[in-house]
């Protein structure tokens, strides 16, 4: 089974810095996806970037990228430029690629929060 | 709008009641999946749906069960509801593509009382 460990709880930046969000997983597939999603305080699950196994290339989206390294097991999330509205609860995600769909296994989040 | 949409946003009823969510997935998407976040937690996976047949379980209790019908749409039925069940429900769909992974529901928040 899969396990996804997100070990900061909590987590605080100033605005307009820079923060890293850390992620590590546990698998023994080889083809999968990796994901980060955010939730604000709406309780709305929004996907912020994703990132696919084979693709050695990290994703970025705008302020947000993640350093993924496939052999340490390792995917963290870094946010620049922070902004107030990036205040929020931030989950790691995992999902093995299978034609027929696979559930996202989540860590336990981050919460971070931007100080003004 | 994401595209997926659960109904009711907010339930409360009383323990030993029986409630259904509902759950129209995005266009397109043969996926169906339902999540229960407790306060302050993580999304824990109960069942995946995928064109009418259930492919997956997750940690669903025997009190909950769902379906999904002919038009793809999904139920998520909880009964002898307890305090504990109070949480917030999502469902959530996804394509074949599964790369960009899902598209979440704004999720039922249910409160037992």
């Known amino acids: 089974a899969q396990t996804v460990t997100q070990s900061q709880p909590e987590m605080s930046v100033q605005e307009a810095e820079t923060v890293t969000l850390s992620c590590t997983y546990d698998?023994?597939?080889?083809?999968?996806?990796l994901f980060w999603y955010k939730q604000p305080p709406s309780r709305q699950m929004i996907l912020v970037i994703r990132q696919e196994a084979y693709k050695q290339q990290n994703a970025t989206e705008n302020r947000f990228s993640v350093n993924f390294q496939k052999a340490a097991k390792s995917f963290s999330l870094k946010i620049s430029d922070s902004q107030l509205g990036d205040t929020a609860m931030y989950f790691c995600a995992f999902m093995n690629r299978k034609s027929s769909g696979d559930k996202l296994t989540f860590g336990t989040g981050t919460r971070l929060a931007v100080r003004p | 709008d994401s595209g997926v949409t659960q109904t009711p946003k907010h339930l409360i009823t009383a323990t030993g009641q029986r409630v259904t969510l509902r759950c129209s997935p995005r266009s397109g998407d043969l996926s169906v999946y339902w999540y229960q976040q407790s306060l302050d937690q993580g999304l824990q996976f109960l069942i995946q749906?995928?064109?009418?047949?259930?492919?997956a379980k997750g940690n669903i209790l025997e009190r909950f069960s769902a379906q999904q019908f002919p038009d793809l749409h999904s139920e998520l039925n909880l009964s002898s509801l307890e305090l504990g069940d109070s949480a917030l429900y999502f469902c959530a769909s996804s394509s074949q593509e599964q790369a960009y992974g899902y598209t979440f529901g704004s999720g039922t928040r249910l409160t037992v009382v």
């Open positions: 749906y995928y064109n009418g047949e259930e492919r």
């Open positions: 698998t023994s597939e080889n083809n999968y996806y």
